[in-house]
């Protein structure tokens, strides 16, 4: 079955640790993004790529980074400069849209607390 | 900037109950409307979509119309069942924003039988 693969489930951080958090579709979907929800919020864009080697930041990119090395996996790396990074990380996909009108597939998430 | 305005929950009914979630929006652009699901301790499932005025979409019992005049997007069901009981979000789409979601607060709803 095609989908979106988040891992792990639940992850946790030391301070002054980075950790990467992975993101892998079989959808062959051209687009990938990464979000952050915060308890009773809603979802904030951290970063996304459209393309291949290819990425920009969102909303909230300070102290997060990307790749995009292959179509299938963007991982995203919470570095030690993320002073408040517990909150649970959302990945998602869609197809190529000229006309914006393309749905976003979404992972079942990695919950980061800190130690 | 583009904006998606939820009610605040939670909203709480009994089942067989009828379900309206208001959502109003801003885009700079002409955008498409979408509605997610969250089920506790998941990711966001499609839930509907629509992607320009007066379209109506539907799934699952769940029905919500494009209404630019009024710039909302509300969500209905005629019906509620316990499963239904989740969190809910509305978001908009607009391409010249590069195809960026931009989200709702969300409205959890909590449905007893």
């Known amino acids: 079955d095609g989908g979106i693969t988040q891992s792990p489930k639940y992850l946790f951080r030391k301070e002054g640790q980075n950790v990467t958090l992975s993101c892998e579709q079989n959808?062959?979907?051209?687009?990938m993004y990464w979000y952050r929800q915060d308890p009773g919020q809603g979802l904030r864009l951290i970063y996304y790529?459209?393309?291949?080697?290819?990425?920009q930041k969102g909303d909230i990119a300070e102290g997060y980074s990307v790749s995009r090395e292959k179509k299938e996996s963007f991982p995203l790396t919470v570095t030690s400069a993320q002073k408040n990074p517990t909150a649970f990380y959302l990945c998602?996909?869609?197809?190529?849209?000229?006309?914006?009108?393309?749905?976003?597939?979404f992972g079942d998430g990695t919950r980061l607390s800190i130690l | 900037g583009d904006s998606v305005t939820q009610m605040e929950g939670p909203v709480t009914l009994s089942e067989e109950a009828f379900l309206t979630i208001n959502c109003t929006y801003t885009?700079?652009?002409?955008?498409?409307l979408f509605w997610y699901v969250q089920y506790p301790g998941e990711g966001l499932q499609l839930l509907l979509k629509?992607?320009?005025?007066?379209d109506k979409g539907s799934n699952k019992g769940f029905e919500a119309t494009y209404r630019k005049e009024t710039t909302s997007f509300h969500l209905e069901k005629g019906s509620v069942q316990v499963s239904d009981s989740a969190v809910y979000f509305c978001?908009?789409?607009?391409?010249?924003?590069?195809?960026?979601?931009?989200f709702g607060g969300g409205t959890r709803v909590l449905v007893k039988p």
């Open positions: 998602a996909s869609s197809l190529a849209d000229s006309r914006g009108n393309q749905p976003q597939h």
């Open positions: 959808l062959n979907h051209d687009a």
């Open positions: 790529s459209q393309i291949v080697n290819d990425f």
């Open positions: 885009a700079t652009g002409y955008p498409s």
């Open positions: 629509a992607t320009k005025a007066d």
């Open positions: 978001a908009l789409r607009v391409k010249a924003a590069g195809n960026k979601l931009t």
